[in-house]
């Protein structure tokens, strides 16, 4: 299978990094701190924005200082809790830098340390600082096909996530899902692959051809 496009989005955690242990172990923490363990066990933590999560959760003059505080644990834990996920700097390496941007639901100084941490340096991010609603809305994709000058129709989504996958589609956007925290079946995308190691970019007049290796 071949996908052509003009820009490649992906998200960030669990696309391009692995972060998964670390966001585990900060909001069961952080759970605890505000005392509400059995709230967040109900609660889809993976591929939404942290103030959509924390104003779930708590009383509403509670939460910027307990969305600053998630915020502060989990750039305190990157050191100990991120690494590049297989394939990721080659796939990227291969493409030019005004073709692809991060869409990412972290804020943005939590994602410019995670990928700080493995030396990834997007020219075009997109973050939970700049838009209004987030995925599984597709305002996020939207945006940065729009930074990007690409129509959003010649875009590719990179997700793990269902809500960040509903997102792509929303947006009218071919999507692809990486298995790194879901199984197969519980993702649906245009293509399903493990992780980047799985697929190659050629570039050529100014579109990306994406394949799935041999």
């Keep these: 299978m071949k996908i052509r496009a003009h820009a490649l989005l992906f998200d960030n955690d669990g696309t391009l990094v ?26 889809e933590l993976h591929g939404r924005p942290a103030v959509e999560i924390v104003a779930e959760l708590l009383p509403a003059d509670v939460v910027p200082e307990a969305l600053a505080r998630i915020e502060a644990m989990e750039i305190e834990d990157v050191p100990n809790g991120v690494q590049l996920l297989p394939g990721t700097k080659a796939f990227l390496d291969s493409l030019p830098a005004d073709r692809w941007a991060v869409v990412t639901s972290a804020t943005r100084r939590l994602a410019e340390a995670r990928l700080d941490a493995v030396g990834i340096l997007p020219k075009t991010m997109v973050t939970a600082d700049d838009i209004t609603r987030g995925k599984p809305d597709p ?18 989504v990179f997700e ?12 009218g956007m071919t999507t692809v899902a990486l298995t790194t925290t879901h199984q197969a079946h ?29």
């Design 18 to 43: 692995s972060s998964l242990a670390s966001v585990d172990r900060c909001w069961a923490r952080w759970a605890e701190e505000y005392g509400i363990t059995e709230e967040f066990g109900r609660v």
């Design 139 to 156: 305002e996020p994709y939207l945006l940065a096909a729009r930074e990007l000058g690409v129509d959003p129709a010649d875009c590719v």
């Design 160 to 171: 793990d996530a269902p809500a960040g996958l509903a997102a792509g589609r929303a947006a």
């Design 186 to 214: 519980e993702v649906d995308a245009d293509l399903v692959v493990k992780d980047l190691s799985a697929l190659s970019a050629l570039v050529s007049g100014g579109r990306v051809e994406i394949s799935v290796r041999d």
